[in-house]
C-alpha cells in the first residue's frame, strides 16, 4: 500500500500549518474566497489482513481531516462572501469496497460531514453541498498500486452498473461541481 501517491499528486505545502497557506495564497491572489472545494483522492486497497494502523491515519488525514482544517481556515472568508463548500465524495462513501474499508469509512466520514456542516453553517450565509459522481475515469486506480488486471476488472464490473453504460468524464464531474459552486 503506497499512500505517498496522494501527496505526490496533490502538490501542495504539506505540514500542520498547510491549510492557512493554501487559504492565504487564495486570499492573497484574489482578494476573497467564494468557493472551497475538497476533492481528495487518496485510494488505497487496504485488505484486513494489511491494516495498520498508520495506513489508517493516511486515509483519514488526507480524506476527512484536509478538509476539515481547509473548511476551518477558509470559513472566516466563506462567511463574508457568503461563499459554499463542496466536498467531492465518492460512491464508496454510501456502498461496500471489498479491500478497502477504510478508503470508503473515510469518504463516508466526509459525506457526514458535509451534511452536518450544511447544517451547522446555514445560519452564516455558507452553503456547503457534496456531489459523489458515478465512477470516472481517471488514474486514481493505477495511482493505488492495483495491477492491470485488477483495475480491469474493477473497471468492468462498474461499466456494467452504470445505466449509460459508459464510466463519466472529469469535464462531466466539473460542469456538476461548477453548478453546486
Known amino acids: 500500500m503506497d499512500l505517498s501517491v496522494g501527496r505526490r499528486v496533490s502538490g501542495r505545502p504539506q505540514g500542520p500549518d498547510a491549510h492557512r497557506g493554501v487559504v492565504d495564497a487564495a486570499v492573497g491572489r484574489w482578494g476573497r474566497v467564494d468557493v472551497l472545494a475538497n476533492d481528495t483522492r ?6 484486513p489482513a494489511e491494516t ?14 484536509a478538509p476539515s482544517m481547509l473548511g476551518h481556515a477558509a470559513l472566516p472568508y466563506l462567511r463574508e462572501t457568503n461563499g459554499s463548500i463542496l ?10 469496497l471489498p479491500d478497502a474499508a477504510h478508503y470508503a469509512a473515510s469518504k463516508a466520514a466526509l459525506e457526514q460531514l458535509t451534511r452536518s ?15 459523489a459522481p458515478s465512477p470516472t475515469e481517471s488514474e486514481a486506480l493505477v495511482a493505488a498500486g492495483l ?28 460542469d456538476g461541481g461548477l453548478a453546486l459552486a
Open 147 to 174: 495491477p492491470d488486471d485488477v483495475v480491469d476488472h474493477i473497471t468492468r464490473g462498474e461499466t456494467a452498473r452504470i445505466p449509460l453504460g459508459r464510466r463519466g468524464a472529469p469535464a462531466e464531474d466539473a
Open 117 to 131: 456542516w450544511a447544517l451547522e453553517l446555514a445560519k452564516d450565509g455558507v452553503r456547503v453541498n457534496g456531489v
Open 52 to 65: 495498520t494502523a498508520e495506513g489508517i491515519a493516511a486515509l483519514f488525514d488526507v480524506n476527512v481531516v
Open 87 to 96: 466536498n467531492v465524495l465518492r460512491t464508496y462513501g454510501h456502498r461496500p
Open 42 to 47: 487518496v485510494t488505497a486497497m487496504m485488505p
